[in-house]
T-cell receptor
Framework: EPEVTQTPSHQVTQMGQEVILRCVPI?????FYWYRQILGQKVEFLVS????????KSEIFDDQFSVERPDGSNFTLKIRSTKLEDSAMYFC?????????????FGPGTRLTVL | GNSVTQMEGPVTLSEEAFLTINCTYT??????LFWYVQYPGEGLQLLLK?????DKGSNKGFEATYRKETTSFHLEKGSVQVSDSAVYFC?????????????FGQGTILTVHP
């Protein structure tokens, strides 16, 4: 069964460093998402991506964040200069083309720890 | 804006007990409603869905009915098993939104003891 994969499973970084979180969505999906979950809090939407551009983003997704689909298979989230409060679990999700059942398929997450 | 509120957890039950996890929502338009489950060490998996009022979603013995009049989507299971221990998230996707952003509740931890 196709699945969304994410790497790494755990990333530890120093405050101020850049991190790139990687996701491989399901191959025929066209909509891509990043969510995050700070420990003990709810899952929050960060950004959606369609047709090689951002379609929607939340207030959390400021200039320190960027997304890219560099090669038609990977979908990345970059944080340019990490802060302590960026420590969270980051989930990637993908969805099939519009008009189909709108289930999002989630990856297992990357736990980001900023020291 | 949209929001989802779930009952506070954690919830601890004995095997074969009845489960209810309450979920209410606030949304404009006509949202689709979902329950996702997260087993330890894994990502979020869709458990069930309902896309319009009075729809009942069901899967693996779990059920939830979309109640527009009470803006609720409570999750129920008649007899829980130890393997149901997980975190359960209620979520909505605002109907008509092309890009499908999900708004989640805070999650409810369920622990089932033998």
């Amino acid at each position: 069964e196709p699945e969304v994969t994410q790497t790494p499973s755990h990333q530890v970084t120093q405050m101020g460093q850049e991190v790139i979180l990687r996701c491989v969505p399901i191959s025929n999906h066209l909509y891509f998402y990043w969510y995050r979950q700070i420990l003990g809090q709810k899952v929050e939407f960060l950004v959606s991506f369609y047709n090689n551009e951002i379609s929607e983003k939340s207030e959390i997704f400021d200039d320190q964040f960027s997304v890219e689909r560099p090669d038609g298979s990977n979908f990345t989230l970059k944080i340019r200069s990490t802060k302590l409060e960026d420590s969270a679990m980051y989930f990637c999700a993908s969805r099939a083309p519009r008009g189909s059942y709108n289930e999002q398929f989630f990856g297992p997450g990357t736990r980001l720890t900023v020291l | 804006g949209n929001s989802v509120t779930q009952m506070e957890g954690p919830v601890t039950l004995s095997e074969e007990a009845f489960l209810t996890i309450n979920c209410t929502y606030t949304a404009t338009g006509y949202p689709s409603l979902f329950w996702y489950v997260q087993y330890p060490g894994e990502g979020l998996q869709l458990l069930l869905k309902a896309t319009k009022a009075d729809d009942k979603g069901s899967n693996k013995g779990f059920e939830a009915t979309y109640r527009k009049e009470t803006t609720s989507f409570h999750l129920e299971k008649g007899s829980v098993q130890v393997s149901d221990s997980a975190v359960y998230f209620c979520a909505l996707n605002e109907g008509g939104t092309s890009y499908g952003k999900l708004t989640f509740g805070q999650g409810t931890i369920l622990t089932v003891h033998p």
